[in-house]
T-cell receptor
Framework: AQRVTQPEKLLSVFKGAPVELKCNYSYSGSPELFWYVQYSRQRLQLLLRHISRESIKGFTADLNKGETSFHLKKPFAQEEDSAMYYCALSGRGTYKYIFGTGTRLKVLA | NAGVMQNPRHLVRRRGQEARLRCSPMKGHSHVYWYRQLPEEGLKFMVYLQKENIIDESGMPKERFSAEFPKEGPSILRIQQVVRGDSAAYFC???????????????FGNGTRLTVT
């Protein structure tokens, strides 16, 4: 069964501290992983996708097929990073997206 | 491009009434997705539609819920005989299919918050 698990509902860190938002998935085929972000009073938007191997706003995420994980990382958190983060999974050949329950990141001054 | 437009933003219905939620995808997008977000929960997939076709409705409750995406006009999520448990935020997303999912990210609307009294 397709499943995305984000174990932390809330993650609080101080400004300048490293951040890691965890995401584990379960999928029998070839997964495609994404991180979406929702800032306060804004709509959900794509942050990054695993295939791009890009860094967006200082965030990176590496797909680890052995551990079935796609953790989101940033070395130095900023206050403007405070938002709700969702990990999402789709499968090659399908366009159905499954989302995790989300992690609220709070960056404290 | 105005982005994905959902209306209304807020909808209040009494138990037993019908709720109609509308979603206009981004220009050029032919695929629409509906998600439900219950309080304190994540986004739950409901249905995925292409113009005039339902591709995957595995997340839709079997009764009272239906969705359509006609050739002309917005996609409609219809909930008949609403109950208190239907109170949630309903999000629509659209995409243009281009190869793989990685090339076809979702663009979300602002959601419709349904309250059943």
């Amino acid at each position: 069964a397709q499943r995305v698990t984000q174990p932390e509902k809330l993650l609080s860190v101080f400004k300048g501290a490293p951040v890691e938002l965890k995401c584990n998935y379960s999928y029998s085929g070839s997964p495609e992983l994404f991180w979406y972000v929702q800032y306060s009073r804004q709509r959900l938007q794509l942050l990054l996708r695993h295939i791009s191997r890009e860094s967006i706003k200082g965030f990176t995420a590496d797909l680890n097929k052995g551990e079935t994980s796609f953790h989101l990382k940033k070395p130095f958190a900023q206050e403007e990073d405070s938002a709700m983060y969702y990990c999402a999974l789709s499968g090659r050949g399908t366009y159905k997206y499954i989302f995790g329950t989300g992690t609220r990141l709070k960056v404290l001054a | 491009n105005a982005g994905v437009m959902q209306n209304p933003r807020h909808l209040v219905r009494r138990r037993g009434q019908e709720a109609r939620l509308r979603c206009s995808p981004m220009k050029g997008h032919s695929h629409v997705y509906w998600y439900r977000q219950l309080p304190e929960e994540g986004l739950k997939f409901m249905v995925y539609l292409q113009k005039e076709n339902i591709i995957d409705e595995s997340g839709m409750p079997k009764e009272r819920f239906s969705a359509e995406f006609p050739k002309e006009g917005p996609s409609i999520l219809r909930i008949q005989q609403v109950v208190r448990g239907d109170s949630a935020a309903y999000f629509c997303a659209s995409s243009v299919i281009s190869g793989t999912a990685n090339n076809s990210p979702l663009h979300f609307g602002n959601g419709t918050r349904l309250t059943v009294t």
